[in-house]
């Protein structure tokens, strides 16, 4: 690992993983509403509002999520979720709702920078037993 980490407690371990997927749910619900409501004409609509957030599920499934089918590095993760996340706030943006989507960019940052560094105190934790 890296090295560095932050152990959360408990209760905030949960938390903040709660907020991880509340987050990943929010860029979900924002690709589909910008899919549905973007296009010039109701099948590109229909595309681009089905196959946008599918695309994001497909990619997250893949390599993000707890249980992804490919386990890659540390790195690789953290650039599948930026571009989710990048992605749900440009939705966002781009359905009108530029607070929310600094808003929701920002809470995404945070949400994995802290949800990174616990996990790694975490696995540290676990492969060191004098810890």
Known sequence: MYGIGVRLPGPLHVLNEGLAFVLEVAAIVALAWWGFTTGGNVV?????????????MVLWG???APRARFKVALP???LVKAIVFSAG??????VDHATVAVVFAVIAVLNTALATL????HF?????PNA
């Open 44 to 56: 590109v609509n229909i595309i681009l509002g089905i196959g946008t957030p599918v695309a994001a």
């Open 89 to 94: 706030a440009l939705a966002f943006y781009g």
């Open 118 to 121: 616990d996990r790694e105190a």
């Open 62 to 64: 893949l390599f993000a």
């Open 76 to 78: 690789f993760v953290l």
């Open 124 to 128: 540290r934790a676990a492969a060191d």
